[in-house]
């Protein structure tokens, strides 16, 4: 290794030069940016490249062509020693409110973008990158901008439109038609007055000669041509960076297992995920060979260091220059670069990365191979060519090439007269996603034939490596390109192409089938440019692709009345309170708090067996590894070492036996979060496992592991009334769990006073009372010694609730035992894998009904999947049951709900806990009887639900007014008859794509069942100078509670709210509080605000009437002077609620929030891809007490559920193993998923007597609707089945990802599969 000559890291950081000396390479950017400098506006979200959290934007200099390339990069996967030369923009450096905000942040923030405000930084820096490159981007560009970038909150639309106001192209509402807007004046004239979520006239214009300029030291660094070889030694590892490509082989020569790091996107992920440790690195950025663009009469060599961003704009470029038929290849390639990974990895990503980590489902090594690509590579032995080949790819991560050679550059050859070459893709998200099956494939004929001369086919997904499919291009070879050469090159390709059943990644018939279809496809377009060329004479139909533009949506919501005063803000649409904050970086989360004297870091050791004994745990060599300090077991549990519930006991950290993999184990702490996790990797268990691990929802019910109580409820008499139906009908639906993949992982920092066993606790969670009493009891202290606080959390969900307690508890256990402040924030894989998420659930029915439509009688059984420990299970049982009339009246409706034991981790409680499940069931029995009855679906719907004075199957009585009146206003806004009459016509005329709509009701009970949660309490301080602090029990997780509390305050002492501020949650000001869930939180701490704002209101009166022309500042002072006290404590008691199981009957809501919803989907049956082109949805939530707060509510719980029913896949393996731990194998929505136009309107003139204004709570119930979704792709499968003679009700599972899709549409391709016998094989993932 040659010893470095240079050892000093220069860069620059917001404008500032930074000089590192001792760069250690193990770090990444991220946590240089959060822990060394305390940049914290950069959030860690996953570490891998998958969330966009960390989106910063890097802009170098480049010599050669005097330019300055700016892009956004994951500052998760950029080494630090990478960084060199570079100038990085974070978000602190685009604005801020102490200078002045930038237009990205500012619109982001006032277009109600940023809820809990954890992916804000991310969405500001993917903006403002692409804004640095082009001030006026297309929404095209904004979409692909935000590709990588996941929100979990908002359902992405808002964030889009706040973007969008920076687009040149129309920027309308659309509410006239395709490109006309109201404001064309064609419309109703009443549009113009219709309120906005936001007016985009306020808004800041943009103005790039107000951004940072790049540091013009770097220019001139760049431009010496003296650059130094750096070398940097770290703790483990060494990095150096040579600057020729002589000196770049001498040292692949001497370390020849030393990786070549480029963009690190592979290599980073390695070392993070996968444990590898590579002692040296070397990092080649700076060789210029390895970025030189030559250009010859056969085609193009591309530098293999060229990142992928820059091969696209390469070859786009290049495209002008040449005659079409010349740049098939090229074109096939820019298509598979705009699908793969994010904007942000293609920016760093190298080619020569990309084909030497040698992916099995590399998007561009079957494309390249197909293509003819050939690689130049050189090492001490000289240089050669390897072709791209089937002998390339030797198998996982292996290339044919030694590990001393170096690529160079890339041939990329252009492509002759009657050459075609095409690329095709198919992922579990559209966007930024590994491809499930991905393929390149190239045709050459003769002139004027149609005989194929050569043919070449690869594909991806297919098992280890890149696979040529030989034998079926030989089947084509030299034949016509016609239907008969296909038909039997598909039955050659089955062969050819063979997947065992258990293969890794599971999905065999899917990705089988996949290889036929995407044949097929190739056939059709193949034969459609012979036609185009006359060779033949083509009547088939290309597939057009599906459709990918985002319109322009409509929020439709209602003035506030005219009498109200312009100070009061109740019912008006006002921006998150701290919104800019979170736009601009500044907004404070839990492990933003800056790091104190001594502090150390937790990390946690689970347990990697199921269901097993623990024989032994040695810590020893844990205690060696530098920096750690100690090893906590539960035998340091001075207090209780176990929370309960309903007689069931969850230990903090297992002694003696494990439940599952995952549980907590013990924790190691040290002194960074480096070495914490180091010693929790050097902690040794020894188990003996035991006998017969439950799993799946089925083996629960065959060996009776539930969790009691189970329960029944039951109205009329279901087996009497079974007699007297025209039809019966029998089904099953299996909803699978969910993630609550709240983009700021479980995190919480404790800190000991220092005396009297006083600990002050900052938790990111919704029940900080909850963590406060976990904490008293594991330390065995009163609750007066803990004082939890909670600023904010980075989204919710449900999931930060018990476990959260569990984790508070053990950090607190460790900072007691050391003394030590103790922070513990948990790795996205270890919180997928440790925290547990939504009941997967399997709904069993059977139904009566009448030859009219009418449902006389329905028995319904539930299994949810609790997991090992009951947490809060049985009362997700209970509500299940509750909701599972959903809309309907059935007269005989019986049910039973189980929570199934098994040795799985521990399921909670999820938005809507357990409604989405129920009413799934429920929905999916309603469509079979239109199914059975040959009626459309909402027909039967319409005919069924609650009509006029009703009662629950639970005796609650209620008025379905304003669901009815949802239903009939959403089918007018969604034109519902119009378009179903389009479909029709659509699906008569297209074979391999469908369209698909439907329209789904919802009834949502409003508040605890339990009736002591429906209290709450808020403490109200004036101040002399007339400022407001507010507290309550409620916790902000993005919902804009404080947002709505602030309102409330506001119209009660009737003063701006710029007056009132909140500053956190605080065990030590509301005592007692419930938690923050059940949609409640506005509901019940409203009226705890109002009733301490009225108290200090009417305490005000003598000053008032003393000085009645004084100013709000005047009576405050007043006040004090006068010894009027101007603190007060408000008070809730909430709805005394309850369910009588014994008695099946009970009060257990306040009200119910309606909603009805209609998607429709464009589906292409061959691939089981799909758009939402359309939604409308249509809520009754009283009068809203925010519009865009309660919007964002809707749009973003809609995307949940979209989530859930159609995408978000949890996979174990078959030892109980969770291998979806990130979001490269867990996907949540992204910005690609959004509905193409998405409508909400707010029902107008209701009223909710029940709750604060007459608003009703909105959190959970929009998220069931998503479902809308779900019945949308089913109603497509039904045609695409009835194209292959298939009628009559079929089974399918939530969610419908692509392969459940795909396979339910039973093309003849599918058909071709053959079917995979259960119970012969071991599968790969359990279903569980
Ligand atoms: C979140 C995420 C999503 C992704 N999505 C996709 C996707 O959809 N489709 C897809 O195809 N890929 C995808 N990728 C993979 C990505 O494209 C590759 O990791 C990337 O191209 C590798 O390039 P790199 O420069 O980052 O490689 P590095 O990590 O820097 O290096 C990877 C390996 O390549 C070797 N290497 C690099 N350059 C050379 C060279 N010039 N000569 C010899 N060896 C070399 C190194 O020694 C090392 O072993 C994704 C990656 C991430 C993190
Ligand atoms: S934290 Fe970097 S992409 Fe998720
Ligand atoms: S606002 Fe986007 S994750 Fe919460």
Partial sequence: MSTGKGEILCFFINGKKVTESHADPETTLLSFLREKLRLTGTKYGCGGGGCGACTVMVSRYQPATKTIRHYSANACLLPLCQLHGAAVITVEGVGSTKTRIHPVQERIAKAHGSQCGFCTPGMVMSMYALLRNKPQPTMEDITQALAGNLCRCTGYRPIVDGCRTFCQEANCCQANGAGNCCLNGEGDEAEHEKPQLFDKEVFLPLDPTQELIFPPELILMAESGNPQTLTFRGERMSWVSPVSLEELIQLKTSNPEAPLVMGNTNTGPDMKFKGVLHPLIISPARVKELFEVTQTPQGVWVGAGCSLSEVRSLLEKLLPQFPEEKTELFRAVIQQLGNLGSQQIRNVASLGGNIVSAYPNSDLNPVLAAGNCKVS???????????????????????????????????????????FVRAFRQAPRKESSFATVTTGMRVFFSEGSRAVQDISIYYGGLGPTTVSAAKTCAAIATRPWDDETLSRAYDVLLDELVLPPSAPGGKVEFRRSLTLSFLFKFHLEVLQKLGEMNVITNEKMQIQPLPREIQPSLQEFQHVS?????????????????????????????????????????????????????????????????????????????????????????????????????????????????????????????????????????????????????????????????????????????????????????????????????????????????????????????SNRVTCHVKRMGGAFG???????????????????????????????????????????????????????RIVAADLQYYANAGNTLDESVLVVEKILLHMDNAYNIPNLQGHAAACRTNLPSNTAFRGF???????????????????????????????????????????????????RCWEECKVKSDYSARRRDIDKFNQQNRWKKRGMSIIPIKYGIAFGEGFLNQAAA?????????????????????????????????????????????????????????????????????????????????????????????????????????????????????????????????????????????????????????????????????????????????????????????????FSPSGLLYTRGPSQYKIPAVCDVPLRFNVYLLSDSDNPHAIYSSKGIGEPILFLGSSVFFAIKDAVAAARAESGLVGPFSLHSPATPERTCLACATPFTQKIPAIKPGSFKPWALNI
């Avoid at 089937?390 to 252009?414: A, M, N, Y």
């Avoid at 970086?585 to 800056?594: R, S, T």
């Avoid at 907590?664 to 020894?686: N, P, Q, W, Y």
């Avoid at 701490?1085 to 709000?1112: D, F, I």
């Fill in 1019 to 1211: 403490l109200v301080h004036i101040y002399k100078d007339g400022s407001v602090l507010v507290t309550h029990g409620g916790t902000e997780m993005g919902q804009g509670i404080h947002t709505k509390m602030q309102q409330v305050a506001s119209r009660e002492l009737h003063i701006p709210s710029s007056k009132i501020y909140i500053s956190e949650t605080s065990t030590s000001t509301v005592p007692n509080a419930c938690p923050s869930a059940a949609s409640f939180g506005t509901d019940a701490n409203g009226m705890a605000v109002k009733n301490a704002c009225q108290t200090l209101y009417k305490r005000l009166e003598p000053v008032r009437q003393k000085n009645p022309k004084g100013s709000w500042e005047s009576w405050t002072t007043a006040a004090f002077f006068d010894k009027i006290s101007l603190s007060a404590t408000g008070y809730y008691r909430g709805p005394d609620l309850y369910m009588d199981w014994v008695k099946m009957e009970g009060q257990p809501y306040a009200y119910y929030t309606y909603g009805v919803c209609c998607s429709e989907v464009e589906l292409d049956c061959l691939t089981g891809d799909y758009r939402t082109v359309r939604t409308d949805i249509m809520v009754d939530l009283g009068r809203s007490v925010n519009p865009s707060v309660d919007i964002g509510q809707i749009e973003g719980a809609f995307m949940q559920g979209l989530g859930l029913y159609t995408l978000e896949e949890l996979k």
């Fill in 377 to 419: 590579v050189i090492s001490h032995g000289g240089r050669r060519e390897v072709p791209l080949n089937q002998d390339f790819f030797v198998s996982f991560g292996k290339t044919i090439l030694k590990p001393e050679e170096v690529v160079v550059s890339v041939f990329i050859p252009f492509t002759r007269k009657g050459e």
């Fill in 799 to 853: 999931g930060k609730v018990t476990k959260t307690a569990i984790l508070a508890s053990i950090t607190s256990l460790a900072a007691w035992k050391t003394n030590r402040a103790m922070r513990c924030v948990l790795e996205r894989g270890e919180d997928m894998l440790i925290t547990g998420g939504r009941h997967p659930v399997v709904g069993k029915y059977k139904v009566g009904f009448m030859n009219d439509g």
């Fill in 562 to 782: 005219k009498d109200q005063s312009n100070l009061d803000p109740v019912g008006r649409p006002i921006m998150h309170r701290s919104a800019i904050s979170q736009a601009t970086g500044e907004a404070v989360y839990c492990d933003d708090i800056p790091r104190t004297d001594g502090e150390l870091f937790l990390a946690l050791v689970t347990s990697s067996r199921a269901h097993a004994k623990i024989i032994g745990l040695d810590a020893s060599e844990a205690l060696r590894v530098p920096g750690v300090v100690d090893v906590i077991t539960a035998k340091d549990i001075p207090g209780k070492k176990v929370r309960s519930m309903f007689g069931y006991h969850e230990e903090l950290l297992a002694q003696s036996e494990v439940s599952c993999v995952g549980q907590m184990l013990c924790a190691v702490v040290a002194d960074t979060r480096a070495h914490a996790k180091r010693g929790a990797a050097a902690v040794k268990i020894s188990y003996e496992d035991l006998p017969d691990p439950v799993f799946t929802i089925e083996e629960a019910v065959e060996k009776s592991s539930f969790f009691e109580p189970r329960r029944a409820i039951q109205r009329g008499d279901v087996t009497e009334a079974f007699k007297t139906v025209d039809q019966l009908h029998e089904g099953e639906i299996r909803i699978g769990g969910q993630e609550h993949f709240y983009m700021e992982t479980q995190s919480m920092l404790v800190v000991p006073v220092g005396e009297e066993t006083e600990f002050n606790i900052y938790v990111s969670t919704q029940f900080p009372t909850l963590a406060q009493e976990a904490v008293a009891e594991t330390l065995d202290i009163p």
């Fill in 914 to 964: 357990g409604v989405p499940q129920s009413i799934m069931v429920v929905e999916n029995m309603v469509n079979d009887v239109a199914v059975v009855l040959g009626r459309p679906a909402d027909e039967i719907r319409e005919i069924n639900m609650y009509k006029g004075p009703s009662v629950t199957h639970y005796k609650f009585e209620f008025s379905p007014e304003n669901m009815l």
